[in-house]
């Protein structure tokens, strides 16, 4: 009986194609920026902007060079809708910060309760904080 574990002989083990390892990671960024969106928008909200843009960008660069003329592989269609969903969150995300702080800077009703709000859980924060003697 053969020793399976060593069946090579010596010979460098061959890597994937090129086209595979690009939809592999095509999966990987938009997984990533998707999920770097949902987990820091409420931890950290300033960096879920650029995770979520920046690997949504590249995980669709990676499906579209993974194609190589030929059709999208089951890997680089996943890749690419979970790369789009993280770009689409992202831009979501940066107009909803645009609109909000362009409401807060008018005089209207909206702006007055948003800037109220704010105030209020400012407030509220500094009461709560202990005062150091």
């Known amino acids: 009986m053969e020793n399976k574990q060593n069946s090579n002989k010596g010979i460098t083990p061959q890597l ?3 086209s595979v390892l690009l939809a592999r990671w095509s999966v990987y960024l938009g997984g990533l920026g998707l999920i ?14 650029p995770s979520s843009l920046f690997l949504g960008l590249l995980g669709i ?8 003329g030929k059709p999208f592989t089951k890997q680089a269609q ?6 789009i969903l993280s770009l689409v969150s992202g ?3 940066t107009f909803s910060i645009i609109f909000v702080y362009d409401l807060m800077d008018s005089d209207t009703i909206l702006g007055e309760q948003i ?10 924060i ?8």
Request: with cysteine; glycine share 8%; charged share 15%.
């Open 115 to 124: 800037r109220n709000t704010l105030q209020s859980y400012l407030d509220s």
């Open 91 to 93: 831009l979501v995300i």
């Open 16 to 18: 994937p194609p090129t």
């Open 36 to 49: 770097g969106g949902f987990v820091c928008l409420p931890l950290f909200f300033i960096w879920e902007l």
């Open 61 to 68: 660069a990676c499906a579209v060079m993974s194609k190589k």
């Open 78 to 83: 996943l890749g690419l809708i979970l790369s």
């Open 126 to 133: 500094k009461a709560a904080a202990p005062v150091g003697e």
